[in-house]
């Protein structure tokens, strides 16, 4: 197994390393004009990139910011309906289909 693997990690950095020189011997052979218009792509790429990795940062504290309402919310209810039980007398009706289930 680690014979493959050793194989196919020395596979892929030969087709690296060859992707890599044939792409920096393109772009020493392009002209100036036209770097320049790529240069100006290749900023608003960057931007984009960087806005996308502060987006999934925000996604992630968000998701996390909400497991703890849902946690704190569902605490709520099991007190209010320790409360009805006491009030009442009996079990509120939602919880005797969550038993139920």
């Not at 990139?49 to 504290?61: E, H, K, S, T, W």
């Not at 946690?71 to 007398?89: D, N, P, S």
């Amino acid at each position: 197994m680690a014979v493959g693997a050793n194989f196919s990690r020395e596979i892929v950095s030969e087709v690296s390393g060859d992707i890599f020189s044939n792409l920096s011997g393109f772009l020493e052979n392009l002209s100036p004009e036209l770097l320049s218009r790529i240069e100006g792509l290749i900023i608003v790429l960057k931007a984009a990139g960087i806005a996308f990795i502060v987006y999934v940062c925000y996604l992630v504290v968000n998701f996390i910011l909400n497991i703890s309402k849902y946690r704190r919310l569902k605490r709520i209810e099991e007190k209010l309906e320790e409360v009805y039980e006491k009030v009442v007398g009996k079990k509120s009706e939602k919880k005797k289909k969550r038993k139920k289930r």
